[in-house]
């Protein structure tokens, strides 16, 4: 079955960066791109960017203000996303999905990893 | 960017009571309109794609309507498990913007 396993919470000051991994496993990685998608405490869903597993092409949303970074590594099966010069309201569990390949919808999610920014 | 307005934000039913949640794009998107179902501590579930596709597994009570702009989620007679944060996004072009939820609570 298919399933996106993320890297446990992480505890962050603020200027630092954090690193969190989408483990996939149950489908041939390269033929899904993975989304990454963040929930400030309390808020609705912001849609972070998005990497196509297969030619590393990205996507990121500007409100990052290029601060973020999508990687994979396909002898693993896994992406990662940087996200450099915390804030405090960067604090968020940020969630890995992949994309359908259909019309961009999230077929599969991951469980969440809370990020928290604090001094 | 595509701006996405979801309402109502808040939304009282009862078992059984048949709701629709609407939500409209800031300009064409065609049906490149997913709906989300999300519960606390829970990561969100993808319900319905490409406007009105039922993903595998969700129940026949949920359908989803519209092209262009403006966009429907219906559940058709409400569950208890049914309870819980929907919202819309839409997958035209990026950011592809989620609308800022509704919040079906029990009457």
């Known amino acids: 079955q298919v399933q996106l396993v993320q890297s446990g919470a992480e505890v962050k000051k603020p200027g630092a960066s954090v690193k969190v991994s989408c483990k996939a496993s149950?489908?041939?990685?390269?033929?899904?791109?993975i989304a990454w998608v963040r929930q400030a405490p309390g808020q609705g869903l912001e849609w972070m960017g998005w990497?196509?597993?297969?030619?590393?092409?990205?996507e990121y949303a500007q409100t990052l203000q290029g601060r973020a970074t999508l990687t994979t590594d396909t002898s693993a099966s896994t992406v990662y996303m940087e996200l450099r010069s915390l804030r405090s309201d960067d604090t968020a569990v940020y969630y890995c999905?992949?994309?359908?390949?259909?019309?961009?919808?999230?077929?599969?999610w991951g469980q969440g990893t809370l990020v928290t920014v604090s001094s | 960017d595509v701006q996405m307005t979801q309402s109502p934000s808040s939304l009282y039913a009862s078992v059984g009571d048949r709701v629709t949640i609407t939500c409209r794009a800031g300009?064409?998107?065609?049906?490149?309109l997913n709906w989300y179902q999300q519960k606390p501590g829970e990561a969100p579930k993808l319900l319905i794609y490409?406007?009105?596709s039922l993903e595998s597994g969700v129940p026949s009570r949920f359908s989803g309507g519209g092209s262009g702009t403006d966009f429907t989620l219906t559940i058709s007679s409400l569950q208890p498990e049914d309870f819980a944060s929907y919202y819309c996004?839409?997958?035209?072009?990026?950011?592809?913007?989620f609308g800022q939820g509704t919040k079906l609570e029990i009457k």
């Open positions: 999905a992949r994309d359908g390949n259909r019309m961009g919808d999230f077929d599969y």
């Open positions: 149950g489908y041939s990685f390269t033929r899904y791109g």
């Open positions: 990497v196509s597993t297969y030619k590393g092409k990205t």
């Open positions: 300009q064409s998107i065609s049906t490149f």
């Open positions: 490409a406007a009105s």
């Open positions: 996004q839409e997958s035209f072009s990026p950011p592809h913007t």
